[in-house]
């Protein structure tokens, strides 16, 4: 294996497909720039509102945080549920939980193989957290969300049974694939040089649109630099083992407050990342690649915490967003017909679906309620 593809996400199993990048001028009602879980989420719903739509990417369909990340569907916003209780109220806390607990069921009806319908846990790494899951196992079942307490050979905290486990690139290339055959126009090796009004300069051509939606989560601040000061960008980090057959983990694990986290691929491989917070002022701002400290403090992990002794094949970054003012992403127009969705907080498989929706219905019928549901910025 080259180093090139130790670099690699263990989704990284078989070649990029091919879309050309953007050569010359086209026209279309919207163009969505970022080829990821949510930007190609949003094409969807925009080609079903009978909207022409062209997608371009600066790398590969799902070549950022959308293909890179740990391959978990979590229900909810990133921060837990009663803390989201506390921060936005019971009413809205509790209506985004349900529909992303529906957009995980659509995502596994719709992709069949790909998502894994396994339940996750969130596992306690400190008495404090042990009281901190009580918190939350109280506040899911007042409102009467699906939670069960859990002990068992990972540890002790919840079992969260309606979340689940994916191929992250794979979704990406499916829904890719899908949206080309639906009529939408896809360009790749095509960054976004600059939006002037809302038409969108590219290397070697422009897109006209009537709207632009900028569907990126890391470096949302530097193509949307309205967001700055309340956008800022972190390196997440992972690896992957080889195959494990001594390890058995059933269903992604979350521990250590959300910081750290794995899960078992059905071929037996370990993908785990985190660590984040140990060395935060060295992963904000930093390029998507892995570091030396951090990988160390994640071998750590996957050694003493999951037991496996696998080798690491891989190890690989991406740059995520987080919002500094709330707990909820950004999803809102900041310029006349310029649209932003992203900055979820490290957890945007779900959430980031939910808010290419809102802007797509936003544009196509008027529709702000699912809108102001999600960012209320």
Do not use: K
């Not at 391959?71 to 009413?91: K, P, Q, T």
Request: proline content about 7%.
């Amino acid at each position: 294996m080259t180093t090139t593809q130790q670099h690699l996400p263990i989704w990284h199993d078989t070649p990029d497909p091919v879309y050309p990048p953007l050569a010359g001028e086209i026209a279309v009602d919207v163009c969505v720039i970022g080829l990821g879980g949510s930007g190609l989420t949003c094409i969807h719903e925009l080609l079903d509102l009978g909207l022409s739509v062209a997608g371009i990417d600066a790398a590969t369909v799902g070549g950022g945080a959308a293909g890179r990340n740990g391959g978990f569907l979590l229900a909810g916003l990133a921060a837990f549920y009663h803390n989201a209780v506390a921060a936005i109220g019971r009413e809205r806390a509790v209506a985004i939980y349900r529909l992303t607990m529906a957009e995980i069921e659509r995502m596994a009806m719709a992709m069949p193989g790909i998502v894994y319908r396994v339940g996750s846990l969130r596992i306690a790494a400190s008495p404090a957290e042990v009281a901190d899951c009580a918190a939350q196992l109280q506040a899911m079942r007042a409102d009467d969300l699906p939670v069960e307490p859990y002990s068992g050979p990972e540890g002790e905290g919840l079992l969260l049974p309606t979340d689940g486990a994916f191929q992250p690139l794979h979704r990406c290339r499916f829904l890719a694939e899908q949206a080309q055959r639906g009529g939408a126009l896809l360009f790749t090796s095509t960054p976004a040089m600059a939006i002037n009004g809302t038409t969108v300069q590219c290397p070697q051509g422009q897109i006209h649109a009537r709207h632009v939606i900028i569907a990126v989560d890391g470096g949302l601040e530097r193509l949307a630099p309205e967001l700055r000061g309340i956008v800022r960008s972190a390196r997440l980090q992972m690896l992957a083992t080889a195959p494990d057959r001594e390890c058995s983990l059933p269903r992604p694990v979350y521990t250590r407050w959300g910081y750290d986290y794995w899960q078992q691929l059905p071929d037996g491989r370990i993908a785990l990342g985190g660590c984040r917070d140990r060395f935060a002022a060295e992963e904000w701002d930093a390029p998507p690649q892995p570091s030396a400290p951090v990988q160390a403090a994640l071998e750590q992990i996957l050694r003493e915490r999951v037991g496996s002794r696998a080798p690491v094949e891989r190890r690989w970054a991406a740059l995520v967003a987080y919002r500094s003012d709330s707990i909820l992403p950004v999803a809102r127009q900041i310029r006349p017909n310029v649209w932003t969705i992203g900055a979820y907080n490290g957890t945007g498989n779900v959430i980031g679906a939910l808010c290419g929706r809102a802007v797509a219905r936003a544009i196509a019928r008027g529709d702000l309620a699912l809108l102001r549901l999600l960012d209320g910025g």
